[in-house]
């Protein structure tokens, strides 16, 4: 296990996602694609088709798809066997509107249509565990209707380009895409590559716990018993397996929606503080330039972290969270 592992679920739970391309595969065509040092992600708005990456195997996807493909890997989409002809997608690109470009396969005909889109590596080459997949992820969304909507908006988006489109078109995107996350890792399926990087269930439900209600007054007990652990097995497991504390960790979380918000808004600092489970705005100040090097203040004033960034380690953190006993008792 990767002791960084759940900085890279941070990562991964505010990644970017930039839209670029729109394509359009005539039925019975192909597109392919050159290794990307992004990592691709395909929406598909409606029609059928294949994805193989590399020599791998042909997996099948159907509308209301998302596809994600690693990166540095040449891939394929559209027809897998009975193929009429193959385009290079970099052979066929035109501006589609709103600095999206179009690649197409066949005549032009969208019968099959996807909205694409990559997530760059934004911070000394950090992808979240998105870097950890080594195999692509199709999976359909045909049935959720909440996703459905989102698609049919990118597709209403593309089919009549204008102001705004791409960045509509990201927008919608995300909202995808933090479904499609939420959904692995609140599953539970040994499968999912997000699960899979953790290793531990039992741990991924407080981890999971800390994530969806950071200013909750977490204690050690009370996360052993959402693992269903005894507190001195809970706390020596996770410590092991994620090399730092377990309200280490429940600290670094809240800092970090904290630096998020001191970029993004002009809340005060001390709704800041009292929201992430601080009860003093001291407390929190001394606890954020520990890990930040700056305090609130001169953090805002420079306008702060890219929020797909890591937080950087700082020394050793504050004793009200170091020796187990969460800040706001």
Do not use: N
């Amino acid at each position: 296990m990767r002791t960084d592992i759940l900085d890279r679920l941070l990562v991964t739970l505010a990644v970017r996602l930039h839209a670029f391309s729109v394509c359009q595969i005539q039925k019975g065509w192909r597109l392919t694609f050159s290794p990307f040092e992004a990592i691709t992600i395909h929406y598909v708005l409606h029609g059928t088709g294949s994805l193989r990456v590399g020599d791998g195997e042909w997996i099948p996807f159907g509308p209301y798809s998302i596809i994600i493909v690693p990166a540095r890997s040449t891939h394929a989409v559209g027809e897998p066997v009975a193929v009429i002809g193959e385009m290079q997608a970099a052979e066929t690109c035109v501006l589609h509107g709103d600095g999206l470009v179009t690649f197409s396969a066949g005549d032009g005909t969208p019968d099959t249509l996807l909205v694409c889109g990559q997530i760059s590596a934004s911070y000394e080459g950090a992808l979240g565990l998105f870097e950890l997949f080594q195999s692509p992820i199709v999976e359909a969304f045909s049935s959720d209707d909440v996703l459905r909507r989102s698609f049919d908006l990118m597709l209403t988006e593309i089919s009549r380009p204008g102001l705004a489109t791409q960045a509509m078109t990201e927008v919608l995107m995300k909202h995808c895409l933090i479904l499609l996350l939420r959904q692995h890792l609140t599953s539970g399926a040994s499968t999912s590559p997000l699960l899979a990087a953790l290793k531990e269930p039992k741990l991924a439900r407080a981890v999971l716990a800390v994530l969806e209600r950071p200013g909750a007054p977490f204690t050690v007990e009370s996360l052993a018993v959402l693992a269903g652990m005894s507190r001195a097995s809970f706390a020596d497991r996770f410590s092991q397996v994620f090399d730092q504390a377990p309200m280490d960790f429940v600290q670094r979380v809240r800092l970090r929606v904290a630096a998020r918000l001191l970029s993004t808004t002009d809340l005060p600092v001390k709704i800041i503080a009292s929201s992430v489970g601080y009860a003093s705005r001291s407390a929190f100040s001394r606890a954020f330039e520990a890990l930040y090097s700056a305090g609130p203040a001169e953090f805002r004033s420079f306008g702060g972290q890219d929020e797909g960034e890591p937080p950087t380690l700082g020394p050793a953190l504050p004793s009200e969270v170091s020796d187990g006993v969460s800040p706001q008792v």
